[in-house]
Nanobody, 119 residues
Framework: QVQLVESGGGLVQAGGSLRLACAAS????????MGWYRQAPGKQRELVAT???????AYADSVKGRFSISRDNAKNTVYLQMNSLKPEDTALYYC?????????????WGKGTLVTVSS
């Protein structure tokens, strides 16, 4: 059973920064793609960023140039560095693990960490 545990959320002023972390259990972390999603109140969950086992990254247009996803396979952890935060970034942020299928789909979710950006 895989567990994903997010941390690092909190309250920050607009323009500030936060770094989220997601610690994953399991011995095959390094070969799995990982992602961050978010869900704002009253809105659908949306993809924020992904990183593959080969360190290829992709970002939603709304966060390009401000957010950066990375991973440390030795620590089984994926990070989301968030800079120049805006009030519209306020959401519950979820970590996700992708399976090895094609197309790859999320097979495990974390419980989320709340990010609140004040104006």
């Amino acid at each position: 059973q895989v567990q994903l545990v997010e941390s690092g959320g909190g309250l920050v002023q607009a323009g500030g920064s936060l770094r989220l972390a997601c610690a994953a259990s399991g011995s095959i972390f390094s070969i799995k793609a990982m992602g961050w999603y978010r869900q704002a109140p009253g809105k659908q969950r949306e993809l924020v960023a992904t990183i593959t086992s080969l360190l290829s990254t992709a970002y939603a247009d709304s966060v390009k140039g401000r957010f950066s996803i990375s991973r440390d396979n030795a620590k089984n952890t994926v990070y989301l560095q968030m800079n120049s935060l805006k009030p519209e970034d306020t959401a519950l942020y979820y970590c996700a693990r992708y399976n090895s299928g094609y197309p790859s789909q999320v097979d495990y979710w974390g419980k989320g960490t709340l990010v609140t950006v004040s104006s």
